[in-house]
């Protein structure tokens, strides 16, 4: 295969690896594939994978940041958005309808140990502008005040990310959970969601 060199062909070669490796991630139930995985599932060269990305960890960490900048993304906020019900409900559906994107959340600590810190800082500076558009549009459209909205979104996140955990134990458990008692340990996930961001979005009047 001929070496990409245009900035163009490099955006598009960096996309075909993790689009293989979103793939992969896929149809493995959320386990990370290798390196040598993605490079015979894509026929891409090895060396040319590790030219956009030290090692896999750094693939994944990619791939997290691009799910958050779907999740976040300001515009799904449109001129008939008028409600915190309405916001509530696009950032559930995206996680409700994307549960293997959730499942990289597991792995963050893994990732940003093992990913270069220059890598982690631009990652969490992306994650803030996303952010920060995400929540002046919100603000916008609901006529709020936009240091309210964006607490409300961390506030969320941190929610969120705790409780999809907590909804989805490990395959192995969820019959065991589901058909006894102790399903109270494994709770709906959109009810549950929909109803404490009510009440923390509610709390910050």
């Known amino acids: 295969m001929s070496r990409a060199y245009s900035t163009v062909q490099k955006l598009e070669k960096r996309q075909e690896i993790l689009m293989s490796a979103e793939d992969l991630f896929i149809k493995q139930d959320g386990e990370f594939p290798t390196v040598t995985s993605i490079c015979l599932y894509s026929s891409i060269a090895k060396g040319t994978v590790y030219l956009y990305f030290k090692n896999k960890e750094e693939i994944y960490l990619a ?28 950032l559930i559906d995206f996680v409700s309808k994307n549960p293997y994107k959730f499942k990289l959340l597991n792995y963050r600590n893994i990732l940003e140990t093992r990913c270069d810190a220059e890598k982690v800082v631009a990652f969490y500076k992306n994650l803030m502008a996303a952010f920060t558009a995400f929540t002046t549009a919100m603000a916008k459209a609901l006529n709020e005040d936009r240091q309210k909205a964006g607490q409300w979104l961390m506030d969320s996140y941190y929610f969120v990310q705790g409780l999809w955990r907590t909804a989805n134990p490990a395959h192995n458990l969820k019959s065991a959970l589901s058909n006894t008692e102790m399903a109270i340990f494994m709770p709906d996930f ?11 979005w509610d709390s910050l009047d």
Do not use: C, G
Request: proline letters at 3%; glycine letters at 0%.
């Open 63 to 90: 791939l997290l940041e691009k799910y958050f900048l779907q999740w976040a993304d300001p515009k799904k906020i449109h001129s008939k958005t008028d409600s915190i019900d309405e916001i509530i409900q696009l």
């Open 190 to 200: 959109e009810t549950n969601a929909r109803r404490v961001l009510k009440q923390m």
